[in-house]
């Protein structure tokens, strides 16, 4: 099928929940994608994140053909060894004791927002709130629609759940003034993606953390988009020296899969006990065998270390369109999570990027935003900005 013949399936069948661009993507490899009239794409957006590894990495294939051979899905019921086996390596690399699976970012904060209720009830006096940054972005399920605190996700869906509370992100005095001896947990994005690429500060990461500790709150980090090594550092937390109660994972984690998962320490995991949460799909062979090659990639591959460089080199070219351009008004980022402000809307801009052969995204209407594959090389990175130089050129 080509591309007019998908969209106007799409049209019929498919509910219209997505403002889609008129393509359909058929084919991936490395950092470059193909659509259903053949026509290349450099991938800088990589499935808003997912495709850290780049698209079917040889090694993500082979781990997703050998275990469908062995096992396709077990149930919860039992156990399920390479759901086991990413559990312990995410303990590994990260603060966390304990791990729950799930299959995306929503659910991920779904079960994070479900144990620090749990946690709470079990502390003195009834502590179910819990406190969100105003341009967060957690995920479209009932509860994770509440923590996101942007009204335009939110029109049409009430009436919420109740326990929500939002403060101004990087102000340490407005989540002050948001807590009530009924809170339970300050949940954030280190780096806020849908947002616009907003990275909180070191002073208000550490203090906040220092506050949480104080106050037995518990800090959950929603790292959906920003962890795994996107950032130049296995996890956005580790820039800030510090580490959360709990935190949430997804996007990249199956190199392609859909995964999600919560990670906490011990004595916060412990509030979970059998029956208290479940899923059908979560932890599954397969996505966990993806998500095992995924680890086993950015290890082997230094992809961690590789976006803090390419991020730099990145940046470079980036400044210099800044310099060149009055109507970039900032950047903003860590490695390979990057935002340019605009002065105007940015759609047409991605528009005209796509159509010279390069993916990028726009958010919060003026923010572009890159978040290529980790495996970029330097002269993808010259390939992109040259087109950038172009389009802008023209405008
Ligand atoms: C920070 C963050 N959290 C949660 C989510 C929701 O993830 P999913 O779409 O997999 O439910 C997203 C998705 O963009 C995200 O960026």
Not at 153 to 171: H, I, M, R, T, V
Not at 309 to 321: A, D, I, M, P
Not at 350 to 365: F, K
Request: some cysteine; hydrophobic content about 40%; aromatic content about 8%.
């Amino acid at each position: 099928m080509n591309n007019r013949r998908v969209v106007r399936l799409d049209k019929k069948y498919v509910m219209h929940t997505y403002s889609r661009i008129p393509i359909a993507m058929e084919r991936g490899e490395g950092v470059r994608i193909w659509d259903s009239d053949g026509k290349e794409y450099l991938d800088f957006i990589s499935g808003i994140g997912v495709n850290a590894v780049g698209h079917c990495h040889p090694e993500i294939v082979k781990a997703v053909e050998s275990q469908l051979k062995r096992l396709l899905h077990c149930s919860n019921l039992y156990h399920i060894n390479p759901q086991t086996k990413l559990a312990e390596a995410l303990c590994e690399v990260s603060f966390a004791d304990k791990v729950f699976f799930s299959n995306s970012g929503a659910e991920a904060n779904e079960a994070a927002i479900k144990l620090a209720r749990r946690f709470g009830s079990k502390l003195g006096g009834r502590r179910y709130e819990i406190i969100t940054m105003k341009g967060s972005f957690h995920g479209r399920t009932l509860a994770t629609l509440k923590a996101t605190a942007q009204t335009k996700y939110q029109n049409g869906f009430g009436p919420f759940l109740p326990g929500f509370k939002y403060a101004p992100f990087n102000d340490l005095k407005g989540v002050k003034k948001a807590i009530s001896s009924k809170t339970c947990a300050v949940m954030l994005e280190p780096i806020q993606g849908e947002g616009g690429i907003n990275v909180a500060s070191e002073t208000f990461l550490r203090e906040l953390r220092q506050f949480c500790h104080k106050e037995e709150i518990l800090l959950i980090l929603d790292e959906v988009q920003c962890g795994l090594g996107r950032t130049g550092k296995m996890f956005a937390y580790q820039h800030y020296g510090i580490e959360p109660d709990v935190m949430t994972l997804a996007k990249p984690l199956g190199g392609g899969m859909p995964i999600g998962a919560t990670l906490a320490k011990e004595k916060v995991a412990s509030a979970f006990e059998p029956g208290t949460h479940a899923s059908t799909f979560g932890g599954n062979p397969l996505a966990c065998s993806a998500a095992l090659a995924f680890l086993k990639v950015v290890r082997k591959e230094n992809l961690v270390e590789k976006a803090r460089e390419r991020g730099n080199y990145f940046r470079v070219g980036l400044e210099e369109l800044k310099k060149k351009y009055s109507f970039i008004k900032a950047m903003r980022g860590k490695g390979l999570m990057i935002g340019l402000e605009l002065g105007f809307p940015g759609k047409d801009i991605v528009n005209r990027c796509r159509d010279r052969g390069l993916l990028i995204n726009c958010t919060m209407e003026k923010i572009l935003r890159f978040l290529p594959p980790l495996i970029i090389e330097e002269r993808d990175i010259d390939e992109a900005v040259k087109i950038l130089d172009t389009v802008f050129s023209r405008l």
